[in-house]
């Protein structure tokens, strides 16, 4: 095995390009790592270590955007006080992974770029409307997060021969708010029952002017749940509304029953419960934010 660590994109690209596949990008390893180990992945030849990439480590504003280089950790996410306050989902979602340790390493790229239905980073992601951007021997591009997945834990970034390279997102303004609650056994360190994140913009009328939904694991992929989203535009942040949001999102998801997590009627429950609970902190906080 050879460990690379490239100090720019290109340098990361050629050494990618000279393995033709047999080599895998990594971030903190705390998927990758665990799931060759476990063998679980097709053997490689070499890691190209994308977080000691010069410009990538931070987290800038630019453009009207909030930009995360995909070698800033779960942890620097947690605690960037423009996050916490304009990425409030984002940053609650990202302080749920794992332990400390896990968020000491594990970066927000890895979670996107691995694409599993229940990343919890990628679900606050989802519902701010993020971006992620890809660089290839074609160039760079910028492309909506949610349109990155294929399936449980395949992509359409290729991870062997493209960087994720940034990631980004438009901070919440005035009358904009978001929230995350994620649903789990209390064993600590175990995949998610359910996550959910809202992202919720009011008018001057007081009705919901926008709304951005990401919720997993409820198909085969992160799910940006557009048609939620759309149900909740136009009409005032209220219960019975709420309500309604809810039952577009059961109409439209693919619960599953895991025999170690929770049965398909718990994962129902669970989003009846803590949707309209979501729903209403994110409506609060754009209040709290005029
Ligand atoms: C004990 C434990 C607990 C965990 N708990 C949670 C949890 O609660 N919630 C949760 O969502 N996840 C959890 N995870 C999973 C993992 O920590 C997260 O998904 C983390 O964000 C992965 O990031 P990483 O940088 O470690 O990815 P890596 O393991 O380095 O990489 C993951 C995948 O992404 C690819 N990749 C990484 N970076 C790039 C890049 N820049 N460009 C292209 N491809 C890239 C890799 O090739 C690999 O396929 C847990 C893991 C452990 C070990």
Same mark, same amino acid.
């Given at each position: 095995m050879n460990y690379y660590t490239p100090a720019t994109v290109d340098e990361a690209l050629a050494?990618?390009?000279?393995?033709?596949?047999?080599?895998?990008?990594? $971030?903190? =390893? #705390?998927d990758l790592l665990v799931e060759t180990r476990r063998g679980l992945r097709r053997p490689f030849d070499a890691v190209?270590? /994308? #977080?000691? %990439? &010069? =410009?990538l480590r931070e987290i800038t504003e630019s453009g009207g955007y909030i930009? +995360? $280089?995909? $070698?800033? #950790?779960?942890?620097? +996410?947690?605690?960037?006080?423009?996050?916490? /306050?304009r990425g409030t989902c984002l940053a609650e979602s990202c302080g749920v992974i794992g332990g400390p340790q896990v968020r000491n390493v594990g970066t927000l790229a890895g979670n996107v770029a691995h694409a599993l239905p229940a990343g919890d980073g990628t %679900?606050?992601?989802?519902?701010?409307?993020?971006?992620? !951007?890809i660089s290839g021997s074609d160039g760079t591009r910028w492309m909506p997060a949610r349109d990155t997945f294929k399936g449980p834990g395949r992509s359409h970034i290729d991870r062997q021969r493209e960087l994720l390279t940034r990631l980004r997102f438009r901070p919440t303004g005035d009358? @904009? $708010?978001?929230?995350?609650?994620?649903?789990?056994?209390? !064993?600590g360190l175990c995949l998610? +029952?359910?996550?959910? /994140?809202a992202r919720i913009r009011l008018g001057d009328d007081g009705k919901i002017e926008g709304a &951005? %939904? =990401?919720?997993?694991?409820?198909?085969? %992929?992160?799910?940006?749940?557009?048609?939620v989203a759309d149900a909740l535009v136009g009409a005032p942040p209220v219960q019975e509304h709420f309500e309604h949001a809810v039952g577009v999102a059961l109409e439209n998801v693919q619960l599953r029953e895991s025999k170690y997590r929770a049965t398909r009627e718990?994962? @129902? /429950?669970?989003?009846r419960t803590w949707l309209p609970v979501i729903l209403a902190t994110a409506t609060e906080r754009a209040g709290a934010s005029r």
């Open positions: 050494v990618l390009h000279k393995y033709d596949g047999r080599a895998r990008v990594v $971030g903190g =390893g #705390t190209v270590d /994308a #977080t000691r %990439i &010069g =410009g930009v +995360i $280089g995909c $070698g800033v #950790t779960h942890s620097e +996410i947690v605690n960037d006080p423009r996050i916490r /306050a %679900i606050g992601l989802l519902a701010l409307g993020g971006d992620v !951007q009358n @904009e $708010g978001s929230a995350f609650h994620r649903v789990m056994r209390p !064993q998610p +029952i359910i996550s959910m /994140a &951005g %939904i =990401g919720m997993g694991p409820v198909g085969p %992929i992160p799910w940006f749940a557009e048609p718990y994962r @129902e /429950a669970m989003i």
